[in-house]
Nanobody
Framework: QVQLVESGGGLVQAGGSLRLSCAASGLTFSSYAMGWFRQAPGKEREFVGAVRWSGSSIPYADSVKGRFTISRDNAKNTVYLQMNSLKPEDTAVYYC???????????????????WGQGTQVTVSS
């Protein structure tokens, strides 16, 4: 049974930082691309960034480019989302996802991902 478990969310002031983790089990982690998405209240789930199985080719959403960094540790079956210079508009539930995705353009597509975590809340106060 595949499980993705996010952690590290919380309440932070604008300008602060958080590091989210997503621990995976029940799959060959190193074979999957990992994505981060977020969903704010009343809005659709949106792409944040992703990383291929090798750690290369990381596309980010324009809204987080230069502030967020994704990395993965295949030995620990974990993917991370380092979030710096947080803004109130970053407030959302953050989800990690795993997919057998080979091409760059598909990494942004929600429907390309096979497995999802339960999400972790990030709240940025002004």
């Amino acid at each position: 049974q595949v499980q993705l478990v996010e952690s590290g969310g919380g309440l932070v002031q604008a300008g602060g930082s958080l590091r989210l983790s997503c621990a995976a089990s029940g799959l060959t982690f190193s074979s999957y691309a990992m994505g981060w998405f977020r969903q704010a209240p009343g809005k659709e789930r949106e792409f944040v960034g992703a990383v291929r199985w090798s750690g290369s080719s990381i596309p980010y959403a324009d809204s987080v480019k230069g502030r967020f960094t994704i990395s993965r540790d295949n030995a620990k079956n974990t993917v991370y989302l380092q979030m710096n210079s947080l803004k109130p508009e970053d407030t959302a539930v953050y989800y990690c996802a795993a997919g057998s995705i080979a091409t760059l353009d598909r990494l942004r597509k929600i429907y390309e991902y096979d497995y999802w975590g339960q999400g972790t809340q990030v709240t940025v106060s002004s």
